[in-house]
Antibody, heavy 122, light 112 residues
C-alpha cells in the first residue's frame, strides 16, 4: 500500500528557508488523480493546511502563507517538496504530508505521513 | 479570513452517541465543501475517517458516520468506545480562483 515519509532538517535558523521532502512509496506519485499536500501542527495546537500540488505540477497555497511557500514535485524520485522562506519561531511545528484523492463528486484525504518536527531557533 | 468552527470539547459516556459539528464563517456548509473528518490521538498523525460529507474509508469503524446537519457538517459516533477518546478535526474545501482547504480548530472528545 502507498506510504508517505517526510524528511528534512529538524532545526532551521530564523530568516532561513525550511525545506522538507515527502517520499511516496508503494505507488507512483504521478499515477491517478491525486493532489499531494503539506499540513502542519504547532505543539498543542490545531492543524493548518499549507498547500498542495497536483500530479501535473499545478499548485494551490494557503493565502496566509502563499508569499513564503513553494511546493514542487520530482516524479523521477517519487517525491514532493516544501520550501517555506523567511521562517520565524511561529513556523515551529510538526509538518505532515498527505495524499488527496480526486474522484467524480468526491474529494478525499486518505494517507498521511507520520510527520516530522521542525524547530526554528538560532 | 475564512474560519471553520468546531466545538472545543465534548464529553460522552461509553456506549453513548455524540455529534460533532463543523461550521463555516462563509455560510451553510454544503456537499460542495467536501467535508473531511480526521481523528488524532496524542503523539500520532491524524487518521482519515470520513470524506466528502458521508463516505467512509475502508478502515473507518461502522460507528462513525458523517452528514450535513443544520447548515453544518457533522460527525456522529454511535456506541462510543473508550478508544474513541481523541481530537477530531474537520476540513472544508473552498473553491474559486484560489482553491484552498481550511481545518476546523478541533474537538477534544472525552469518553467518561
Amino acid at each position: 500500500q502507498v506510504q508517505l515519509q517526510e524528511s528534512g532538517p529538524g532545526l532551521v535558523k530564523p530568516s532561513q528557508t525550511l525545506s522538507l521532502t515527502c517520499t511516496v512509496s508503494g505507488g507512483s506519485i504521478s499515477s491517478g488523480s491525486y493532489y499531494w499536500s503539506w499540513i502542519r501542527q504547532p505543539a498543542g495546537k490545531g492543524l493548518e493546511w499549507i498547500g498542495r500540488i497536483y500530479t501535473s505540477g499545478s499548485t494551490n497555497y494557503n493565502p496566509s502563507l502563499k508569499s513564503r511557500v513553494t511546493i514542487s514535485v520530482d516524479t523521477s524520485k517519487n517525491q514532493f517538496s516544501l520550501k517555506l522562506s523567511s521562517v520565524t519561531a511561529a513556523d515551529t511545528a510538526v509538518y505532515y504530508c498527505a495524499r488527496e484523492v480526486l474522484m467524480p463528486e468526491v474529494d478525499a484525504f486518505d494517507i498521511w505521513g507520520q510527520g516530522t518536527m521542525v524547530t526554528v531557533s538560532s | 479570513q475564512t474560519v471553520v468552527t468546531q466545538e472545543p470539547s465534548l464529553t460522552v459516556s461509553p456506549g453513548g452517541t455524540v455529534t460533532l459539528t463543523c461550521a463555516s464563517s462563509t455560510g451553510a456548509v454544503t456537499s460542495g465543501y467536501y467535508p473531511n473528518w480526521f481523528q488524532q490521538k496524542p503523539g500520532q498523525a491524524p487518521r482519515a475517517l470520513i470524506y466528502s460529507t458521508s463516505n467512509k474509508h475502508s478502515w473507518t469503524p461502522a460507528r462513525f458516520s458523517g452528514s450535513l446537519l443544520g447548515g453544518k457538517a457533522a460527525l456522529t459516533l454511535s456506541g462510543v468506545q473508550p478508544e474513541d477518546e481523541a481530537e477530531y478535526y474537520c476540513l472544508l474545501y473552498y473553491g474559486g480562483a484560489q482553491p484552498s482547504w481550511v481545518f476546523g480548530g478541533g474537538t477534544k472528545l472525552t469518553v467518561l
